[in-house]
Nanobody, 112 residues
Framework: VQLQASGGGLVQAGGSLRLSCAASGSISRIPVMAWYRQAPGKERELVASITDGGSTSHVDSVKGRFTISRDNAKNTMYLQMNSLEPVDTAVYYC???????WGRGTQVTVSS
């Protein structure tokens, strides 16, 4: 399975973006998938994760603003990002955590 993230871009503070992570094969058997991000000069950090059963977890800094979801029928995972802030600026990566597979990142830039 290969993963491809998309949907990033430049947005003003307070705006929204929806990231997509399309898989080349079925994701229904992947127990845990996640979104990570890496800001310039910082380490990669976990943003949100989702199990095959739909249980989700979000890092405190994005709770109430970001929502992770997955559509196994479409082999796609999403990250809905609302109320974006400049500190959210980073390259966002999707991962099939359970299988150690990473997709190429998509740049998100939030201007103040």
């Amino acid at each position: 399975v290969q993963l491809q993230a998309s949907g990033g871009g430049l947005v003003q503070a307070g705006g929204s973006l929806r990231l997509s992570c399309a898989a080349s094969g079925s994701i229904s058997r992947i127990p845990v998938m996640a979104w990570y991000r890496q800001a310039p000069g910082k380490e990669r950090e976990l943003v949100a994760s989702i199990t095959d059963g739909g249980s989700t977890s979000h890092v405190d800094s994005v709770k109430g603003r970001f929502t992770i979801s997955r559509d196994n029928a479409k082999n796609t995972m999403y990250l809905q990002m609302n109320s974006l802030e400049p500190v959210d600026t980073a390259v966002y990566y999707c991962s099939a955590v359970s299988w150690g597979i990473w997709g190429r990142g998509t740049q998100v830039t939030v201007s103040s």
